[in-house]
């Protein structure tokens, strides 16, 4: 059945001019029209706006991270050192204490405070660093000093202050450490010393200390002790290194880990042959080393003493009760290429024992040395009453202080009981 006019004249009105269907029934359509369809029909129209703005985000996104990334390695490359570091955290200080003390409060922030940037200076910054900080507190000081907070005094405090912190950087420069390490290293020194005159442990019914005393009230000296024990034999060397004090430590610091090796390790009667032979390879104008060598056999108390330029030991007969020096002599060691000693042999019975020394208990400036020795074994005659472990430490303290304490003092005592 055909529809009737009524019936399509509803439709169309029912419908909008740009209706497509309109133009699908007319089988036209204009293309402005076309395209908005198109347009409105395409899934992209929806978020074409979130495509245009999301590359413009990313792309400010990681010029933020590089931005960021060139700031920290810029910042890694000028902090790379702890120098430069502490450099910078001084440089803080003294800027803060500078201001500080011109707008907080001069009973807080005193311009003197400058100081201790400066001492800081000295000990962990190398020189370059440190005249660079000068700068800083120099600035900072004329600022105060316009500003009415620092005077003259204050002011040549801290130029003293910093020519001394200057003096300390350069010094700690040449031994290539900042802070406190050099200071260490000296620590260490003494210790190795010390633990290498801590004789070893022997068998039963024998005993043994060594006393060390450098000179002035110093950590470590000239002199040292070596020694080796297997169980049977006793290797004991007392080495007296010319100089004392801080002058002949670093020396004896050397030789002590030379001769503690060629100790136990060569013939006993080429001990200081092994050891002229090594001074000989140095440079002459180090100076020249004592020393005397003690070889004793722990099972029959035979001992053979050789001494190269080194005092005599003293060896105490407990049958008379006195003290005697051995016979041992030879030429100081590093001075001719053949060395030649006369050893000294004996034995100790129970209740004898043998002490070996250095000549800063026996020598006095401007006194015959055999006075010193017999002042020596006079006193060791009156302590030794009390036992030999503690008329030792005794003996050093009274003879080396009636030499006046100025050279080092060494001493070693073993004994039979």
């Not at 660079?132 to 005077?151: E, K, N, W």
């Not at 016979?327 to 290429?337: D, K, M, Q, T, W």
Request: glycine fraction near 12%.
């Amino acid at each position: 059945m055909a529809p009737s006019n009524a019936s399509l004249s509803t439709t169309a009105a029912n419908q909008s001019p740009d209706d497509p269907a309109n133009f699908a029934a007319a089988g036209t359509v204009p293309w402005p029209r076309r395209l908005s369809w198109e347009c409105a029909r395409s899934p992209v129209s929806g978020y074409s706006a979130a495509i245009m703005i999301s590359p413009l985000l990313t792309q400010a996104g990681r010029a933020l991270r590089s931005a960021m990334a060139y700031v920290r390695g810029q910042a890694r490359r000028q902090f790379i050192t702890r120098n430069r570091r502490v450099a910078f955290g001084l440089a803080i200080a003294t800027v803060v204490i500078g201001i500080a003390a011109v707008h907080v409060s001069v009973s807080w922030f005193s311009p003197g405070l400058v100081i201790l940037p400066v001492l800081a200076g000295g000990l962990l910054l190398w020189p370059r660093a440190l005249r660079i900080l000068f700068s800083l507190v120099t600035l900072m000081l004329v600022y105060d000093a316009l500003m009415g907070r620092a005077g003259p005094g204050i002011i040549a405090t801290i130029v003293v202050t910093a020519l001394f912190a200057d003096v300390l950087a350069r010094t700690r420069q040449k031994l290539g450490m900042r802070g406190l390490r050099g200071d260490q290293m000296l620590i260490e020194l003494r210790d190795r010393i010390q633990a290498q005159g801590t004789l070893p442990v022997l068998p039963a019914n024998w005993g043994s200390t060594s006393v060390l005393r450098p000179a002035g009230g110093a950590s470590f000296g000239g002199d040292f002790v070596v020694s080796s024990c297997d169980g049977k034999t006793l290797e004991v060397a007392l080495v007296d290194v010319s100089g004392k004090g801080l002058d002949a430590g670093t020396r004896a610091l050397l030789l002590s880990g030379a001769f503690g090796g060629l100790l136990g390790s060569v013939p006993q009667g080429e001990f200081l042959t092994a050891c002229n032979a090594y001074l000989r390879r140095g440079a002459a104008a180090e100076g020249f080393v004592t020393a005397v060598h003690l070889a004793l056999d722990l099972a029959t108390g035979e001992f053979v003493v050789s001494s190269a330029g080194h005092p005599p030991p003293a060896h105490f007969d407990a049958g008379s009760g006195r003290w005697r020096l051995t016979e041992a002599r030879g030429i100081v060691l590093g001075v001719v290429s053949d060395l030649r000693c006369v050893p000294a042999h004996g034995a100790l019975r129970p209740g004898d024992a043998l002490m070996l020394y250095t000549d800063g208990l026996v020598e006095v400036p401007g006194q015959d040395i055999d006075l010193g020795t017999d002042r020596l074994l006079g006193e060791a005659d009156r302590l030794m009453a009390s036992g030999f472990k503690s008329g030792a430490w005794e003996l050093v303290r009274v003879v080396g202080g009636s030499t006046g304490g100025s050279d080092d003092c060494a001493l070693v005592l073993i004994w039979r009981s």
